[in-house]
Structure formats: C-alpha cells, structure tokens
C-alpha cells in the first residue's frame, strides 16, 4: 500500500482559510443573530485576554480538524471509483458525508440535549458544512495522494 503523504502547507493553508470563514460567519454574517440566540448582548466586546484565548483554541481546533480531514482524503483516494467523480465529486463527497456523520450528529444533539435552539442550530451546522467544503479545496489544491 502506497504511504499517504499530507501537505502541511495544504493543512496550515485550510487553517488560515477556516479562521478567516469563521470570522465572517460569526461576525457580518450571523453575528448578531448567533449572541442573540446564544443569550450574549452583542455590544459587550469580550477581553483582550479572553479573545485571545479563543482564538489561540479555535487555531489549534482547525489545525486538528484540517489535518485530519486531509488524512482521511488522501485515504479516501484509494476507493475505487474516486478518480471518476471527478474534483467537484470529491469535494461535495468529503466534506458532505463527512459533515452528515459527524458534525451533524453533534449539532442536532445540542438541540436535543443542550436545548439551543434550531436557529442557532443552522447557524453552527452551516459554518460546520462551510468550513468542510473551504477545507477540501484547499486540500484539493495542495494536498498530493
């Protein structure tokens, strides 16, 4: 069997890209509607110290998410019938099933468990898929099977 090789520059690059998503996800986008439904009053800015946290733990999480997630496309190349879908198959393909199976599963429960709402539901779920399919086509671009 062939040894999956990973681009770290592909992985660094899906982090940068993912960080940026999440900014404007979170904050032209569905800001305000995201602390609403969360409870926070959206014109108390957090610490300087408490941003920074954030952020320092939101880079860590994509560098884990995108690694992994680069690890499981290159394995993934080895199913037969891959290379037929072609890129834009690929890319709806990963980042689809790997949402539908994972993160999904997860969000619908903090509707069910943690009972957040189903608004903010969508807008979590959305970056999760969002930052899937921005995920993959750095990958796509850089990662070598």
């Known amino acids: 069997m062939e040894e999956l090789q990973i681009n770290m520059m592909a ?3 899906a982090v940068v890209a993912n960080f940026i998503l999440g900014f404007i996800w979170y904050t032209p986008l569905f800001g305000k509607a995201w602390a609403a439904e969360m409870g926070f009053d959206a014109s108390v800015k957090p610490s300087a110290g408490e941003m920074a946290k954030g952020m320092i733990a939101m880079v860590i999480g994509n ?5 992994v997630f680069a690890h499981n496309m290159a394995a993934w190349s080895f199913v ?3 290379a037929e879908l072609g ?3 690929n890319i709806i393909n990963s980042a689809a099933f790997t949402w539908l199976g994972f993160y999904l599963p997860v969000d619908i429960g903090t ?6 709402s189903w608004k903010l539901f969508g807008i979590n ?7 899937l399919f921005c995920c993959r086509n750095y990958s796509l671009v850089y990662v070598t099977y």
């Open 11 to 13: 992985v660094l690059a």
């Open 63 to 67: 560098f884990f998410m995108a690694y």
């Open 80 to 82: 037969p019938g891959t």
């Open 87 to 89: 890129d834009m198959g």
């Open 111 to 116: 509707v069910t468990w943690e009972k957040k």
């Open 125 to 131: 779920t959305g970056y999760h898929l969002a930052m």
